[in-house]
């Protein structure tokens, strides 16, 4: 089955660690992307990659990189510069067909800072 | 700058009867606007879409209504469901320029009772 993988599911970090988190997709998509949730607001683009080796910034991406060298792998990093990391955090890709917009949305992943 | 607004954080009702949620938008670029259902700590499920070409859509018991006047959408639900109770978000895209971002809105948690 083509999908969307995020892990872990559940991530603690201690206040100024470096930590990454995996996402990974076997649905040949060229697009991916990175939102986080916060309690009582939407879903906020963190960065966006249209195609392997090139990525932008969303709207909220200080304190956050990603890479992506592969087509299947979108990786963020969330770093000590990031001020507030506790977060739900999901994984996207596109194909930008079908009714969905060709968006798939991986499980998610909860990190918590302690 | 919030531009795609959902100004009820909740909404409750009865099953059997029509839910209605409500979505506002800011940027007249959007054109295509998507709902989502989720469940804490998943990724969110698209439910229905609509383009700005379109002031209805239908989908066995969701309806979407698009107003562009208004910059106003809306999601009814009928009959609604307990199984519908979950948080649901508006989306919204400008396909030709945004690369396929999604912008969301805050998201309204509906409880349907039995």
């Known amino acids: 089955d083509g999908g969307i993988t995020q892990s872990p599911k559940y991530l603690f970090r201690k206040e100024g660690q470096n930590v990454t988190l995996s996402c990974e997709q076997n649905l040949n998509h060229d697009a991916m992307y990175w939102y986080r949730q916060d309690p009582g607001q939407g879903l906020r683009l963190i960065y966006y990659s249209q195609i392997v080796n090139d990525f932008q910034k969303g709207d909220i991406a200080e304190g956050y990189s990603v890479s992506r060298e592969k087509k299947e792998s979108f990786p963020l990093t969330v770093t000590s510069a990031q001020k507030n990391p506790t977060a739900f955090y999901l994984c996207?890709?596109?194909?930008?067909?079908?009714?969905?917009?060709?968006?798939?949305f991986g499980s998610g992943t909860r990190l918590t800072v302690v | 700058d919030q531009q795609v607004k959902q100004n009820s954080p909740s909404l409750s009702v009865q099953e059997g009867r029509i839910s209605i949620l409500n979505c506002d938008y800011t940027n007249s670029m959007f054109d295509y606007f998507l709902w989502y259902k989720k469940y804490p700590a998943e990724g969110p499920t698209f439910l229905i879409s609509i383009s700005s070409i379109k002031d209805k859509n239908e989908d066995g018991r969701f309806t979407v209504f698009l107003n562009k006047s208004a910059k106003h959408l809306s999601l009814h639900i009928v009959p609604s469901q307990p199984g519908d109770s979950a948080v649901y978000f508006c989306a919204a895209s400008a396909l030709g320029t945004s690369y396929g971002k999604l912008t969301f809105g805050q998201g309204t948690i509906l409880t349907v009772h039995p």
């Open positions: 996207a890709s596109r194909s930008g067909q079908g009714a969905n917009y060709g968006y798939t």
